[in-house]
């Protein structure tokens, strides 16, 4: 994948993953965040984060109209700590 598209998938598997918390443990987090993680103006190395059980991972699965085979698992994502 190029850069753009691994950055786009990325992308996508923090949201999905963001809404699959409740949003009490959402807005806890994000209360005590530090002001950049908490308005996403700033890409850094976050710890304490919420954690998804293994049950609950995203899997991103790719519409294959671009670069990957359609199916193609391209991002897992689940907040580990």
């Not at 443990?25 to 965040?33: H, I, M, S, Y």
């Not at 670069?67 to 193609?72: M, Y």
């Amino acid at each position: 994948m190029s850069t753009g598209k691994a950055v786009a998938q990325v992308g996508h598997a923090a949201q999905l993953a963001l809404e699959r918390l409740d949003r009490a443990t959402v807005a806890a987090w994000l209360a005590g965040a530090e002001p950049d993680v908490a308005t996403g103006l700033a890409v850094a190395v976050v710890r304490g984060a919420p954690v998804l059980p293994p049950s609950r991972r995203v899997d991103v699965r790719d519409a294959g109209y671009t670069e990957v085979a359609p199916g193609t698992v391209t991002v897992s994502a689940g907040f580990e700590g």
